[in-house]
Nanobody
Framework: QVQLVESGGGLVQPGGSLRLSCAAS????????MNWYRQAPGQQRELVAT???????DYADSVKGRFTISRDNAKSTVALQMNSLKPEDTAIYYC?????????WGQGTQVTVSS
């Protein structure tokens, strides 16, 4: 059973940067997109960024120009570079992909933006 493990969360001041990483415990298909979602307290989980196996990307309007998603197909990893962070970016961030006929989710990593 392949698992996804996120890392890189933490506490950062407004305007700061963080880089999140997500690694699969085994080889995953490059056919499917890899995604970053986030969920703030009391809110629904929302899609933040997505990247196809070919490298095409898309972002939520709220993070465009500030966040950059990237993936390494050879290592089955996906990263999210977050710059110019705002307090409203505070949430648990999850990576996600489709593999072996099921959706995989990581355990999440907390990002807190506060002074």
């Amino acid at each position: 059973q392949v698992q996804l493990v996120e890392s890189g969360g933490g506490l950062v001041q407004p305007g700061g940067s963080l880089r999140l990483s997500c690694a699969a415990s085994g080889t995953i298909s490059t056919i499917y997109a890899m995604n970053w979602y986030r969920q703030a307290p009391g809110q629904q989980r929302e899609l933040v960024a997505t990247i196809t196996g070919a490298g095409s990307t898309d972002y939520a309007d709220s993070v465009k120009g500030r966040f950059t998603i990237s993936r390494d197909n050879a290592k089955s990893t996906v990263a999210l570079q977050m710059n110019s962070l705002k307090p409203e970016d505070t949430a648990i961030y999850y990576c996600n992909t489709y593999h072996n006929r099921q959706y995989l989710w990581g355990q999440g990593t907390q990002v807190t933006v506060s002074s």
